[in-house]
């Protein structure tokens, strides 16, 4: 591989420095189609940027004059926009974000062709890509780089899999580069014992192999750690006070007789091959009566009347409008009406009390235990030396009607509770997707995603109401809280939701019912155990590897110039330090920098005898494996050689090489030591500690 300038640029923000990890991934991507499997916080995408500034050359000219495009693949728009602006800041391409709300959707080919042939790589929602490759706006062959990121989300028919489906109709010589970022390698829920089997299907799926780095501890220390709590709350209704439980009986009823009738009228409908009577034209949207009747009576089991009425107004609207575009209206009268009963007998309920106390009364124990978390994180609670402490919440909830009346719920009850005056909530749901998507506030709210999160992150709003939308990738340093609503679905759920807390003295909050606890600790445990298999499943150094490098630590002395008492650098530290040195060098412009590393396999007639003959002596002392029957028991080895190249602002230019060595990392070391003595030698290691002497990289462009 040779090295180039693009090989070792990558833009300079806020002083990031790529770690050793990350150095190690990038490496791998170059050489394979590789899946980055990281815990949600560790810096999966700067691998990407690496990779990106890499094949830099390649993107820069015109498609007209061979040049080739990077397309960046992620399922949300909140994501969409987030990743376009990261990777404006870590290169020096030019970057641009698509999705539905830009129109995108009546564009041509004329608009695309335009679109590509001025930018050098293309953020976008997996859908919109799927569009154009199968009008042909852009031939998968003018890609140089695919990005997949969240790519456990190529599954089933999703738009991610329908991409590499394409692809994979493409001549294999001239497919491009393929890189997929995930911290949690599948959606579907699963055991341990069967992690192994869904971790080969994507694989398959991407044409990827799954990577980790070597040394995944350093990646957990440097990944996001919340610390993990389950609050328990009394059982829905049980602790319901007697006024509200006479409501909720009252809400039920209503709601029983009016789904018996719209239940019968479409089975009528149904039995007798008529077209749906509730399907709304023009909007694809089907079945808006039964999915009213059903929110609704999930908000009053779940959250309490208070919830059932907000719902049933909000749903007034939506049904109104509807009703106009449907043939037979009898049955829509009879949920408007429902809507109707169901806010005018609440209200009568309601006015027996105050505001505040209305606000407790009609809602479950889960929504009271939900107030008493937020209530921590009152500025009033802070410890003496911490009034600088800012609440940075986010509440995960299932459903989108969920989400609109807990918006509403905090936005009341901030008013009429002073220890919760501090509160500044917003909620966000994500591209409409289902039949109550119509609603005018959430269509607002989708179109100004952007606006609601750059108010979270600077701090104007300080709770944001989600559903899956925030859970992946979406990166709030500041994020403090998260609070899961509502009950797992899938150990991806999990992850993602608890991977949005990246402050370093966050909480990862769990609500759950006393009846409900025991299963929901038996999936914790499962989960803690599946993260485990997920470990032990990729590609972390087999058993005999680690031996091997435990070894060669013992027998290759460090380098200590000054003997026993001075500084040194180990086999184990050298690659930490020339990652240390090259981004401490001087950088045209405002850049970090990287070695270049080459590793290559050696066949052993070629190498030093002796050294061949100590390989072989280290390697005998392995543990050998149990063989199968009427087989003999041996231990197979490789022999590799890495070559490295600094920077070219190193006054070391020369690429050095390091000796053959029985596993990669051991390679990888060797000639990491030997450039260290090199460095030191140059005076570009100091004496005092044998660390970079620093040329820091800022250079007037």
């Known amino acids: 591989m040779e090295a180039t300038e693009n090989t070792q640029l990558v833009k300079h923000n806020e002083g990031v420095t790529p770690r050793d990890y990350q150095v190690e991934l990038f490496q791998a991507a170059l050489d394979d189609n590789i899946i980055v499997y990281l815990p949600t916080g560790s810096g999966k995408t700067l691998i990407a940027a690496l990779l990106i500034n890499e094949k830099s050359n390649e993107v820069t000219k015109s498609l007209n004059a061979g040049g080739r495009r990077t397309v960046f693949l992620v399922p949300t728009i909140v994501l969409a926009i987030q990743q376009a602006a990261y990777l404006r800041n870590h290169t020096c391409l030019k970057v641009q974000e698509f999705y539905g709300g830009m129109g995108v959707d009546l564009w041509g080919r004329g608009k695309w062709q335009m679109e590509f042939e001025n930018n050098h790589v293309l953020v976008m929602t997996a859908q919109i890509f799927v569009d154009i490759l199968n009008h042909a706006f852009f031939s998968p062959y003018q890609l140089n780089l695919l990005v997949f990121d969240e790519c456990h989300s190529a599954v089933k028919d999703a738009p991610m899999r329908q991409v590499l489906t394409k692809l994979h109709s493409c001549d294999v010589a001239r497919r491009p580069k393929i890189l997929g970022l995930t911290a949690a390698l599948f959606r579907k829920r699963c055991k341990p014992r069967e992690v192994h089997g869904i971790i080969k299907q994507l694989s398959e799926t991407m044409g990827c192999v799954v990577r ?40 039920q009823s209503l709601l029983l007789s009016c789904r018996l009738v719209v239940q019968n009228s ?84 309601f006015a027996n009390y105050s505001a505040k106390d209305r606000l407790t009364v009609f809602v479950q124990p889960n929504v009271i235990r939900l107030l008493d978390i937020i209530r921590n994180f009152s500025p009033e609670h802070c410890d003496p030396g911490e009034k600088t402490f800012k609440m940075c919440c986010i509440i995960f909830v299932e459903r989108r009607s969920v989400a609109s009346v807990l918006y509403h719920y905090l936005k009341d009850i901030r008013v009429h509770d002073t220890t919760l005056e501090f509160v500044k909530p917003l909620f966000t749901m994500g591209q409409a997707a289902a039949s109550n998507a119509t ?94 298999q997920l470990v032990a499943t990729s590609n972390i150094e087999e058993d005999k590897d680690a031996i091997l490098d435990n070894m060669f630590g013992q027998i290759i002395k460090p380098y200590q110039p000054f003997g026993e008492e001075g500084p040194r650098v180990t086999l184990q530290s050298s690659i930490s330090l020339i990652n240390r040195y090259c981004s401490q060098l001087v950088s045209h412009g405002p850049s970090v920098l990287v070695p270049t590393w080459n590793i290559k396999e050696v066949d052993e007639n070629l190498i030093d005898p002796l050294l061949l003959q100590r390989i072989k002596e280290l390697v ?81 462009q």
């Open 212 to 251: 980790i780095p070597s040394d995944i501890q350093t990646v957990y220390r440097s990944s996001t750690k919340p610390c993990e709590v389950v609050f328990q709350h009394d059982d829905f209704d049980t602790a319901l006070d007697p006024v509200a439980r006479e409501l909720s009986t009252l809400v």
């Open 266 to 349: 479409l089975q009528h409908f149904q039995a007798d091959g008529l077209w749906n009577p509730y399907t709304v034209q023009n909007t694809g949207k089907t079945d808006i009566l039964s999915d009213a009747i059903k929110d609704i009576a999930f908000l009053l089991e779940n959250f309490g009347p208070y919830g059932a009425f907000h719902c049933a107004q909000v749903y007034i609207p939506i049904l109104e409008t509807a009703k106009m575009r449907v043939r037979k209206v009898s049955d829509f009268n009879k949920v408007i009406t429902l809507c109707y009963q169901i806010r005018e007998i609440c209200a009568s309920f």
């Open 620 to 700: 005998k002392r392995l543990p050998i494996p149990k063989p199968p029957p009427n087989q003999v028991a041996t231990v197979s080895y490789g022999l590799y050689q890495c070559q490295l190249l600094l920077p070219k602002s190193s006054p070391l230019q020369e690429e050095i090489v390091g000796e053959p060595m029985p596993t990669k990392r051991l390679a990888k070391r060797t000639v990491a030591l030997r450039v260290c003595q090199r460095l030191h030698m140059l005076k570009e290691l100091d004496d005092l500690h044998l660390l970079p002497v620093s040329h820091r990289n800022i250079v007037v």
């Open 439 to 532: 609603l005018t506030e959430s269509q607002i709210l989708n179109m100004k995603q952007k606006e609601i999160m750059r108010d979270f992150r600077e701090g104007r709003c300080n709770l944001v109401v989600a559903t899956s939308v925030l859970e992946e990738g979406i990166d709030i340093p500041e994020c403090n809280l998260i609070i899961r609503f509502d009950k797992f679905r899938t150990y991806c759920d999990y992850v993602q939701t608890k991977g949005r807390a990246r402050s370093v003295r966050a909480f990862y909050c769990i609500l759950v019912s006393r009846s409900d606890t025991e299963k929901l600790l038996e999936d914790l445990a499962q989960f803690h155990s599946i993260e485990q």
